[in-house]
């Protein structure tokens, strides 16, 4: 069976200025997009909650955030999946992890992507090695 690609006049790409959200973090908080403070933040989108790739990576992010948060970035992490299926891998993270199974911030053309995101600078994609 075919999967029905969902439209939104919201989808943002490349260059395009970031639309704002409020995104509820499986820790309760609300996380503004793009930062109220005016913080680069880098949103990432992920596959589910126990993908092995993503949680290696994720701690290895985990490992540096004090460097990443003095250069000015904020990490924000995007996952199709629960919040409760999150708690189980994410509930240490030291920054807002988002469940949305439902993909309903499908805002990007590639949802399982990393965008660097600011409230005065166009959309950019972080580049993959």
Known sequence: MARKTKTSAARVSVGDRFPELQLAAISGETVPIPDAD???THLQFRRFAGCPICNLHLRSVSARIEE???A???EVVVFHSTADELRKYQDDMPFPVIGDPEK????VPLWRS???VH???PVRRTERR
């Open 114 to 116: 990393a965008y660097f």
């Open 72 to 74: 000015g970035i904020r």
């Open 104 to 107: 309903t911030h499908d805002l």
């Open 119 to 121: 409230r005065n600078v």
């Open 38 to 40: 005016g913080a680069l």
């Open 68 to 70: 990443i948060g003095a």
